[in-house]
């Protein structure tokens, strides 16, 4: 365990995360902010990232090595309370930010907690908003994702403070792009069926064997062969339909920001690397072939003048966004990106002891239901009793609850259904194993 002594004048400022694109996320929000001291804590739990995919998100920031802690969950609180930092920024999927709150929640004094989502957010989610309003600050990146989680947490009820961030990894630089690849920002599950998989995995081929003189670059965040796990759980993997390929179809697990200093242009389905591509002022493709809809999470793209189908990847027929639609999306004026002075005045408010702690409330349902929480984010990490009794007895009644949500449907105004809104009121459609079947224990978090 490391902890940092040499404390620069400015803010004590910790992120705690430990999937892939949520290190990313965090360690780049934090080394954003003007004059402080950055932490990065990187908790135990299945999806943590291995050290070469900490290496990767980590790329293009100033956090050294030194400034990065593992810990286990249960020893949080004491280095929290150690460290006395006076923000902390958690980034993690919905039922780990909830875990990680109720540590905090044991820190006296309390940090000013900061949450957010680690690229594009648009449908914003019911689960996202429910899970993270009790930090005392949830950071969006665009005006349109700040129009919609406040037009959500309205809905639904919440008490909820979306403040504006530029997005971090996304900031404006030149020199990149001028070369030759194709890079495909590859996505867990999107698209999400085999069959929508398997003819992904044609398209990327069809590519490479329309001109074997340029790669095609499939940029992959995981090696689950190495035992490295990424966000989202992913059920086909295009690795293995992809294991028969041309000599320059080639896979690649560098940083994002790297593979574009050699590129062409990018080709997604929904990534946020779309965002970070256009900073860069590499073209980009939005691919439409699966269909433009909040499940498949593109919906952010109409009118971007960015959509393309198959034969215009095949064809290497990359676009540039319409400025119109940049200003409303990732690239509003940064003078507008509130999120930093909001974290301030917070820290002031709670300095004078008027910020009201927001506290994550015990689980309905007790010590059980407390315990299957615990389980789900944590796996083989929680090793206690009631936690595998809860998980005995809550994995059966989550099944039921996921079948019975499949029956019912997402249908009507404000759900996965409705294209033409920017929220969803209505739970996640698909649901994520957090702990991967492939490591024994089958723990599904619903929101």
């Known amino acids: 365990m490391t902890m940092s002594t040499d404390r620069s004048p400015g803010l004590r400022v910790v992120a705690i995360a430990d999937a892939d694109s949520f290190v990313k996320w965090s360690a780049a929000l934090i080394d954003s902010a003007p004059d402080v001291d950055p932490h990065l804590v990187l908790v135990q739990t299945p999806l943590v990232v291995s050290v070469a995919q900490e290496h990767a998100a980590l790329a293009g920031t100033g956090i050294r090595p030194e400034a990065v802690t593992r810990l286990a969950y249960d020893a949080l609180a004491g280095w929290l309370s150690a460290d006395r930092p006076d923000v902390v920024v958690v980034g993690g999927r919905g039922p780990f930010v909830r875990l990680i709150m109720r540590q905090i929640d044991r820190v006296t ?6 949450s957010g989502l680690p690229g594009m957010s648009i449908p914003a989610q019911r689960g996202a908003a429910l899970y993270r309003r ?4 949830m950071v969006v990146h665009s005006r349109r994702e700040q129009r919609a989680f406040a037009q959500l947490a309205d809905r639904l009820g919440l008490d909820m403070r979306p403040s504006l961030a530029t997005l971090p990894f996304a900031r404006p630089t030149r020199g990149a792009g001028g070369g030759t690849d194709l890079v495909f920002a590859a996505q867990a599950i999107v698209p999400h069926e085999p069959a929508e998989r398997s003819r992904l995995a044609g398209i990327l081929r069809s590519a490479a064997l329309a001109d074997p003189t340029r790669r095609v670059v499939v940029k992959l965040r995981s090696r689950p062969e190495l035992g490295e796990a990424e966000t989202h759980f992913e059920r086909t993997g295009l690795t293995d339909l992809l294991r028969d390929r041309p000599d320059n179809l ?7 920001s790297r593979a574009l200093e050699t590129a062409e242009g990018l080709v997604t389905i929904s990534s946020t690397a779309a965002i ?3 900073a860069m002022g590499v073209p980009v493709i939005a691919l439409t072939t699966f269909g433009v809809s909040k ?7 109409v009118g971007s003048g960015v959509q393309g189908e198959a034969d215009d990847v095949i064809a290497r027929r990359f676009r540039h966004p319409h400025p119109g639609w940049l200003a409303d999306n990732y690239f509003h004026d940064p003078s507008e990106s509130t999120w930093w002075s909001d974290v301030e005045r917070l820290v002031d408010q709670r300095r004078r002891g008027v910020l009201v702690p927001r506290y994550v409330p015990a689980a309905r349902g007790g010590a059980l239901h407390d315990a299957w929480q615990r389980k789900a984010v944590l796996g083989a990490e929680d090793r206690s009793v009631l936690g595998s009794i809860a998980l005995a007895v809550g994995a059966p009644l989550v099944r039921g609850i996921l079948s019975a949500r499949t029956m019912l449907g997402h249908r009507g105004a404000e759900s996965w259904s409705d294209d033409g809104s920017d929220i969803t009121v209505t739970p996640a459609r698909y649901q994520d194993p957090v702990v991967r079947p492939r490591r024994s224990v089958l723990a599904t978090v619903i929101d």
Do not use: I, K, W
């Open 109 to 114: 004094p309390r940090p000013v907690v900061v």
């Open 134 to 137: 009790y930090s005392d600050l």
């Open 250 to 256: 080639v896979l690649s697990h560098e940083p994002m």
């Open 276 to 278: 970070e591509a256009m």
């Open 295 to 301: 499940t498949h999470l593109n919906t952010v793209f």
